[in-house]
């Protein structure tokens, strides 16, 4: 399966700021996901992200709070703006290497906004 | 009602005994199912993936699928305390932009000495 190199690992922030989360995989994917996983809970599906096009986003979340880039098919960031306590998650990158015998996770980037 | 609901619990068991873990959907069309083992501080890792009907046995692992009932279950035999961890049902189904999984809410197992 792929391997997914996620950063930062962490990161504490002030609010009002962004944060940029890379993930770099090592082979091509055609699909990148972006999950948020808030204290406590299970897994939520920000965005799809494709190579080449527009990410698409879930309802509840927006491009202007979570802007997503995919310049190719081995890497991706997601930005979290204008951050207020309530982001205050662990975000976790995801790529479907496999098809649809696999998702493969990144290492999540836990942040907290203060 | 939530698209995959799982009992959060905790589930508390001996080592030694079978772990039983459940979980429903509500999409009929739903083609894919897995399970996820998450530890504490960690990113959730694959254990188990079913897609028709029946079970699928994987060392200790088993899932279980019945998609008429919709409902699949992940049996873990001789459980360990290494086990002890949340366990993440997803289910595989079209997305707006194609293929994407939806999770349950976990449930939390504890294997005790």
């Known amino acids: 399966s792929a391997v997914i190199s996620q950063k930062p690992s962490r990161d504490i922030c002030q609010r009002g700021t962004s944060l940029t989360i890379q993930c770099q995989v090592d082979?091509?994917?055609?699909?990148m996901f972006w999950y948020r996983q808030q204290p406590g809970q299970s897994l939520t599906l920000i965005a799809t992200?494709?190579?080449?096009?527009?990410?698409?986003?879930e309802s509840g979340f927006v491009i202007d709070k979570f802007p997503i880039s995919r310049p190719n098919l081995t890497f991706s960031t997601l930005t979290v703006s204008n951050m207020s306590p309530e982001d205050s998650s662990i975000y976790l990158c995801?790529?479907?290497?496999?098809?649809?015998?696999?998702?493969?996770f990144g290492s999540g980037t836990r942040l907290t906004v203060v | 009602q939530k698209e995959v609901e799982q009992n959060s619990g905790p589930l508390s068991v001996p080592e030694g005994a079978i772990a039983s873990l459940n979980c429903t959907y509500s999409?009929?069309?739903?083609?894919?199912f897995f399970w996820y083992r998450q530890y504490s501080g960690k990113s959730p890792e694959l254990i188990m993936s079913?897609?028709?009907?029946g079970d699928k046995e994987d060392g200790r692992f088993t899932a279980q699928l019945n998609k008429a009932s919709q409902y699949v279950s992940l049996l873990i035999r001789d459980s360990q305390p290494s086990d002890s961890a949340t366990y993440l049902c997803?289910?595989?189904?079209?997305?707006?932009?194609?293929?994407?999984?939806?999770f349950g809410g976990g449930t939390r197992l504890m294997v005790k000495p």
């Open positions: 995801s790529v479907s290497d496999r098809g649809n015998y696999g998702y493969t």
């Open positions: 082979s091509q994917v055609t699909m």
């Open positions: 992200a494709n190579q080449g096009s527009e990410a698409t986003y």
């Open positions: 999409d009929r069309g739903s083609q894919s």
């Open positions: 079913i897609y028709s009907n």
């Open positions: 997803a289910v595989n189904k079209a997305g707006n932009a194609g293929n994407m999984l939806t």
